[in-house]
């Protein structure tokens, strides 16, 4: 049995480290989008400063995307370096996703990008719009397949158990890929990297209009993002992640403490605006309900139930049950014996294998755990209710208040006269971190909500993680953190340096700082002028 | 439908073909950055030397990234054994590979002489220290690697960190790192001029004669050494379920692990082609002949990978604890679903990444020069 202590620092390692890359990863999304609608709009329209505007958003991308890869390097390594079970059980069809995910978009975007960057000079207009839409067309690609791979933690059909080999083996790769929970998540999560973008931009034009610097770039910025925006906005609320929530157990679970809803109510369910979950009473207090709203997202209809989470552990429990045999026939078949009664009867419990590891938390042998074992199995197969209550509503309240915002931002785009709203830029100017506090809690729901599991009702997290020391853990979650934390200083350095900057950071000359009495003005402002911009080289 | 045991022979060969594809590309990347702060003698030299790869590094590095997802995917117990079990030597790894995307990308960002100067240093590190652990790693497979299997297939490691640095395992790594220098010193020769291409041709030279007297040591020490070589006991059934726990192996003696070349002789040609590679990047090198550096140096990347892997075949990853549960590339094996799966994508995929990969560096091409570096000094990393 791995230590209860390796499994949790292997657990925060991840999390700390998937939710660090997970910062960059929705800004690259969306705007490497936003990159190509601008440069196609270059091209088209001929006017240099769209093209400006391409480059000048490319070299914040580019600060971006440099953590991104740096970051993503750490995901890849860590499967094998932390959850080595993990990677024995399901590489069969975790891997597959993944290494195609590489061969298909991963050496689109990365080969490309490089062009995107340094080939202005070298490509004809419309080969460079081709290279930019091809590494934005690389990065969602690479979503798809990360998602493909992520659906089928939450959802994992196409797949079955060989004893033999004691892991899962694919099955039906058709399956994997149409899950139909990675299809909701990859439109769910690229849309919110949409947003993530154009909140990003919009909030950077909104902050030149204060300061009445380089409008005509401003303007034209905060209109393409104002759009860009509220569309993804409304793709990633009416799209939502909820529509996957009938689809397995593991789905249906996250759902009902999502909504820390107890006990089954006849349809259509109410759904908890606000409460405190307490997972020991197994009761929300202080609850407000608004009736029906929660039928009506989660299963899309007036007449079906939302099952509760006491109803839930009960069916678990009797899985429970049953997967102590399925673990008691495979210890035979392990050992050689091959009677067809014996197949046929695993065959038959093998469904409930999952939860029969469940019990490998509390006892090495399986087949004689006692009472008290299968009960505290049994509370396990739920997720921690509170925390994904209030994650859940922190992801909605963003997302709704960037709707809002991006209503009233197209509003002002149609009337033309977003300049003259300072309210509504400071409101785009402090909405800023919006995106990423939804982006972050969303990661948590998914993932928080899916334990017990890495692989829903197949593998348990705490059979997952490597047999590391707590030491070798602990060592890499220091090193870890200090380097990330250092990079992440860098990177705010830079973002913030050259977003301050503006345009004039591209040496064409015709933007506020390299204007003479730029000086002057940006004492006025009490803007820190950055460096160099007076002075000679500076990229 | 392909039979399973022509997959499983498909991806040791593909598996191969994304190493030495990261080993040719990312490699000439990982070395020139690794010479980058000897032969680049001021900032404008160094900028050179870091633009003959900006546009390419990023996709030279998916090489990698792409080798490490195939052997997840073709491997998952390699990935999952290797990767635990050499826990800190992966992340040294991965904290040197840290260095390079922000230090390409921010490096040039500030006109700070301090700040430019420890990014090249961080380049620097982040080329040489992967190009050494990879070769340690290497000649660790061939003195076996202490780690078990229990009954579930769970594998636990038992040596350290400090035990992967014994001598042959670090002349194996001085093999990986000399080899990735040469090659960059050669790139540097082709894509660079004046002071910085005389200093890397002087570097690829020096580089070249390291390789070729660690290449034949090892080889010397691997057959002269003692260390042993580990056989399949036949009969091996090729085409069955991927199950570690269901062979036996053979450790035979001295010189064990030159078996395959002797068994086949046509296997010969990789170290051939290895020694032939790092005589050809000597010579050329120091004639000054750029092209003729870059073709030794590929020809020796090639040749050492394959001389490694035609020595272990069919070994990935032999334990030295337990000899019968060594990994293997009959048993440590994805499904044949799977492996069907991935032959089809990469088979669409490889291709393709070629032809635009190409196209990228023809787009691309040409000396970096001073000036160049001088008049584009904002657009330039």
Not at chain 2, 142 to 163: H, I, K, Q
Request: proline share 4%.
């Amino acid at each position: 049995m791995i230590s209860e202590s390796v499994v949790d620092l292997s657990r925060f390692q991840f999390a700390m480290t998937a939710l660090y890359h997970f910062i960059f990863v929705p800004l690259t999304l969306g705007l490497a989008f936003i990159l190509a609608i601008m440069e196609t709009t270059y091209v088209i329209s001929g006017k240099e400063i769209y093209k400006d505007m391409t480059k000048f958003w490319g070299k914040l991308f580019g600060i971006n995307f440099a953590l991104g890869v740096t970051t993503g390097l750490t995901m890849e390594f860590q499967f094998g370096t932390n959850w080595a079970y993990y990677s024995h059980y399901v590489g069969d069809i975790f891997g597959a996703p993944l290494a195609i995910e590489g061969l298909m978009a991963f050496f689109l975007e990365s080969t490309f990008i490089g062009l995107f960057f340094f080939g202005w000079d070298r490509l004809s207009k419309a080969q460079h719009l081709g290279v930019t839409w091809l590494v934005a067309l690389g990065s969602n690609m690479s979503a798809l397949w990360i998602l493909v791979a992520n659906g089928w933690m939450q959802n994992p059909v196409g797949a079955a158990f060989n004893f033999e080999t004691m892991r899962m083996e694919l099955v039906d790769f058709g399956a994997l890929i149409f899950n139909p929970v990675a299809q909701v998540k990859f439109v769910h999560t690229v849309s919110s990297g949409y947003v993530t973008g154009a909140v990003f931009v919009l909030a950077i034009s909104s902050y030149y209009m204060l300061k009445k610097r380089d409008l005509p770039f401003a303007r034209r910025s905060f209109a393409i993002a104002a759009i860009f925006g509220l569309a993804s906005t409304l793709s990633v609320i009416l799209l939502g992640d909820e529509s996957g929530y009938e689809l397995g157990d593991v789905q249906k679970t996250k759902l009902a403490a999502i909504e820390a809803e107890w006990e089954t109510h006849p349809a259509p369910a109410p759904f908890t605006l606000f409460g405190i979950p307490n997972q020991e009473e197994q009761r929300t207090d202080y609850a407000i309900k608004i009736p029906y709203v929660m039928g009506i997202i989660a299963t899309r209809s007036l007449d079906k139930e939302v099952t509760g989470l006491k109803d839930l552990m009960v069916q678990h429990e009797v899985r429970i049950r049953n997967g102590m045999t399925a673990y008691a026939e495979l210890e035979k078949l392990r050992a050689g014996d091959r009677s067809p009664a014996l197949m046929a009867s695993f065959k038959e419990n093998q469904k409930d294998l999952g939860y029969g590891l469940l019990l490998k938390k509390y006892t090495a042998n399986v087949v004689d755990a006692s009472e008290e074992h299968i009960k505290a199995a049994t509370k396990d197969t739920i997720p921690n209710v509170t925390a994904l209550f209030f994650s859940f509503r922190a992801m909605v309240a963003s997302g709704f208040l960037m709707l809002l915002l991006f209503i009233l931002a197209t509003y002002a785009v149609a009337k033309r006269n977003a300049e003259n709203k300072p309210w509504l830029l400071r409101f785009a100017l402090y909405g800023l971190p919006l995106p990423w506090i939804a982006t972050q809690t969303g990661w948590y729901v998914a993932e928080g909500g899916r334990q017990p599991w890495t692989i829903g009702e197949v593998l348990p997290t705490h059979l997952s993680a490597s047999s590391l020391s707590t030491g070798d853990i602990w060592g890499s979650i220091i090193a870890l953190a200090a380097f990330y934390t250092v990079l992440l200083i860098i990177e705010m350095y830079l973002m913030i340096k050259f977003a301050r900057l503006g345009p004039s950071s591209l040496h064409t000359g015709k933007y506020h700082f390299e204007k003479p009495n730029a000086q002057v003005e940006a004492e006025q402002d009490n803007t820190v002028l950055p460096e160099g911009v007076s002075g000679e080289a500076q990229s | 439908m392909i039979e399973y045991e022509l997959l499983k022979i498909i991806w040791w060969v593909l598996v191969g073909v994304l190493l030495i594809g990261f080993a040719l590309t990312d490699g000439f990347d990982m070395g020139s950055m690794a010479i980058m702060p000897f032969v680049g003698k001021n900032d404008n030299e160094r900028r050179a030397a870091i633009n003959t790869i900006a546009p390419h590094w990023d996709g030279n590095q998916v090489w990698f990234i792409t080798a490490g997802g195939a052997l997840f995917a073709a491997w998952p117990m390699v990935y999952a054994t290797a990767f635990s079990g050499m826990y800190w030597a992966l992340l040294l790894v991965l904290f040197a590979l840290f260095l390079r995307p922000v230090g390409f990308d921010y490096r040039s960002k500030l006109e700070n002489t301090k700040w430019r100067t420890s990014w090249d240093w961080g380049l620097a590190v982040g080329g040489a220290v992967p190009a050494l652990v990879f070769g340690v790693a290497f000649g660790n497979m061939f003195l076996g690697v202490p780690f078990t299997l229990d009954e579930t297939v769970r594998s636990t490691y038992t040596g350290s960190f400090f035990a992967l640095l014994n001598p042959f395992a670090v002349i194996c790594g001085l093999v990986s790192l000399s080899m990735l220098c040469a090659h960059g010193g050669a790139w540097l020769m082709l894509r660079t001029d004046g002071d910085l291409r005389a200093r890397s041709a002087k570097a690829t030279q020096m580089m070249g004669m390291l390789f070729l007297v660690c290449f034949l040591g090892a080889g010397a020490w691997l057959y002269f050494g003692g260390i042993e070589g580990y056989t399949l006991v036949q009969p091996f059934d090729t085409n069955g379920v991927a199950n570690p726990l269901a062979k036996e192996v053979l450790t035979n003696g001295n010189h064990g692990w030159m078996n395959n070349y002797s068994t086949y002789p046509i296997t010969m040609l990789a170290p051939v082609a290895g020694i032939l590679g790092g005589i050809i990047v000597v010579l050329a090198a120091g004639k000054d002949k750029a092209g003729f550096s870059f073709l030794g140096s590929s020809l020796a990347v090639v040749g050492s990978i394959l001389t490694a892997g035609f020595a272990l075949f069919p070994f990935l990853m032999p334990s030295s604890l337990n000899p019968a549960i060594s990994l293997t590339m009959w048993d440590a094996v994805s499904s044949k679903n799977t492996l069907t799966v991935m032959t089809v994508a990469a088979c669409i995929f490889v291709p393709l990444i070629l032809c635009y990969t190409t196209w990228c560096y023809y787009k691309m091409w040409g000396v970096i020069t001073n000036k160049h570096v001088q008049d584009n000094s904002h657009s330039l990393y």
